[in-house]
């Protein structure tokens, strides 16, 4: 058990809709990651927050977009939903943004589109 | 950060140690070598990190040449449960951000 807690382990919807996934950071750790997997793009970055504050982005797409909350949580949300958006989405955590610490894992959210 | 090569898959007995190797030709003096593993489908898995020196924790050792262009990761005795892909990753604080960039990874096979 990793400590990262994700939400929903599944979700399925239809092209066009819009969804949120959910992430409980461990506790202590004040920088939140996503990540994206799918079979022909293999494990992508997306976004990365701290303390609340965008750190960084990745190959992000516009349709997206995140925010980590005063309690450190964080949301992806997706929206206007295509068929390639279905993927396992990953959550990660970690203390600070120095390279001397580890990132942690969550198990994942997989999206299915239909 | 830097790019890591890695064999695209290795088999090993169960039983025996497995040596998972990284080249790192273009690393940096403040890159960190990460090792991460995925199995099936579950979310990566920190394994160890360096950056000089040779690591050691309760999964595995970490061994870094001396000019740092390559590292080894070491099972020592792999089970059927160490089946997965292991990601080898150089992780630099720049850009103010410590993102992971993960590659193909080494799909090892441990066999019974």
């Known amino acids: 058990d990793s400590g990262v807690t994700q939400t929903p382990k599944h979700l399925i919807t239809a092209t066009g809709q819009r969804v949120t996934l959910r992430c409980s950071p461990r506790?202590?750790?004040?920088?939140v990651y996503w990540y994206q997997q799918s079979l022909d793009q293999g494990l992508q970055f997306l976004i990365q927050?701290?303390?609340?504050?965008?750190?960084a982005k990745g190959n992000i797409l516009e349709r997206f977009s995140a925010q980590q909350f005063p309690d450190l949580h964080s949301e992806l949300n997706l929206s206007s939903l295509e068929l390639g958006d279905s993927a396992l989405y990953f959550c990660?955590?970690?203390?600070?943004?120095?390279?001397?610490?580890?990132?942690?894992f969550g198990d994942g959210t997989r999206l299915s589109i239909l | 950060d830097a790019k890591t090569t890695q064999p695209p898959s290795m088999d090993c007995a169960e039983g025996r140690a497995a040596n998972l190797p990284c080249n790192h030709s273009?690393?940096?003096?403040?890159?960190?070598v990460y090792w991460y593993r995925q199995i099936h489908s579950q979310g990566p898995q920190y394994i160890i990190h360096?950056?000089?020196n040779n690591e050691t924790n309760e999964m595995a050792s970490l061994i870094i040449t001396e000019d740092r262009k390559s590292s080894t990761l070491i099972l020592p005795h792999a089970t059927l449960r160490d089946t997965a892909v292991y990601y080898c990753?150089?992780?630099?604080?720049?850009?103010?951000?410590?993102?992971?960039?993960f590659g193909t990874g080494t799909l090892l096979a441990v066999q019974p």
């Open positions: 990660a955590s970690s203390r600070t943004v120095d390279s001397n610490q580890p990132q942690h």
């Open positions: 506790s202590g750790d004040l920088s």
């Open positions: 927050y701290y303390n609340g504050e965008e750190r």
């Open positions: 273009t690393i940096s003096g403040n890159e960190y």
């Open positions: 360096g950056l000089k």
């Open positions: 990753i150089a992780v630099n604080y720049g850009g103010a951000t410590n993102k992971l960039i």
